[in-house]
Antibody, heavy 124, light 110 residues
Framework: EVQLLESGGGLVQPGGSLRLSCAAS????????MSWVRQAPGKGLEWVSA????????YYADSVKGRFTISRDNSKNTLYLQMNSLRAEDTAVYYC?????????????????WGQGTMVTVSS | QSVLTQPPSVSGAPGQRVTISCTGS?????????VHWYQQLPGTAPKLLIY???NRPSGVPDRFSGSKSGTSASLAITGLQAEDEADYYC??????????FGGGTKLTVL
């Protein structure tokens, strides 16, 4: 069974850092691009970042560029999101998601498998 | 304000047909980029419902269909059922903003 399991969320003070992890199973991890999508409480979905299957190409939303870093360890089938300089507006459930099409991130970006999400709360 | 505009809510009685619109612009849907739709049941992660404008993943009932024309797209649900009550999101690509989602539409089954 294809599965994604996020971890690492929690309460952090403004300006602090947090690293999210997403453990993948049930598919050839390196063959697929992966992404992070977040959802603030009571709000809609917001794409955060994406990474190619090899890890060689990364993409970020303007709202997190320069503060967040996406990475992956294909030997461990794990996706990461390092979040620095956190702000109150970063408070959200963070989902990791698997690309439907393959290893390359393209304009036809679409995800077919999502994790259950991990909550990040930025507050003093 | 979302780049893709959806109605905040729609409703319908069991068995009826409802549609959810997704309006974009010449830099996203109108530029020819595909539109995809996700269903989010209360308290759960989003689920892919329609990809590539009109394709259904395996396991999605054919009661769900998608279409695209010009700068807009639509999701149609026929034979409405109680379990269809959820939030629905459209998603596409914007040439200046990268991946974009609609603001979401809450479907209420009366």
């Amino acid at each position: 069974e294809v599965q994604l399991l996020e971890s690492g969320g929690g309460l952090v003070q403004p300006g602090g850092s947090l690293r999210l992890s997403c453990a993948a199973s049930g598919f050839t991890f390196s063959s697929y691009a992966m992404s992070w999508v977040r959802q603030a409480p009571g709000k809609g979905l917001e794409w955060v970042s994406a990474i190619s299957g090899s890890g060689g190409s990364t993409y970020y939303a303007d709202s997190v560029k320069g503060r967040f870093t996406i990475s992956r360890d294909n030997s461990k089938n794990t996706l990461y999101l390092q979040m620095n300089s956190l702000r109150a507006e970063d408070t959200a459930v963070y989902y990791c998601a698997k690309d439907l099409n393959g290893a390359v991130v393209t304009a036809t970006w679409v995800t077919d498998i999502w994790g259950q999400g991990t909550m990040v709360t930025v507050s003093s | 304000q979302s780049v893709l505009t959806q109605p905040p809510s729609v409703s319908g009685a069991p068995g009826q047909r409802v549609t959810i619109s997704c309006t974009g612009s010449s830099s996203n849907i109108g530029a020819g980029y595909d539109v995809h739709w996700y269903q989010q049941l209360p308290g759960t992660a989003p689920k892919l419902l329609i990809y590539g404008n009109s394709n259904r993943p395996s396991g999605v009932p054919d009661r769900f269909s998608g279409s695209k024309s010009g700068t807009s797209a639509s999701l149609a649900i026929t034979g409405l059922q109680a379990e269809d009550e959820a939030d629905y999101y459209c998603q596409s690509y914007d040439s200046s903003l990268n991946v974009v989602f609609g603001g979401g539409t809450k479907l209420t089954v009366l």
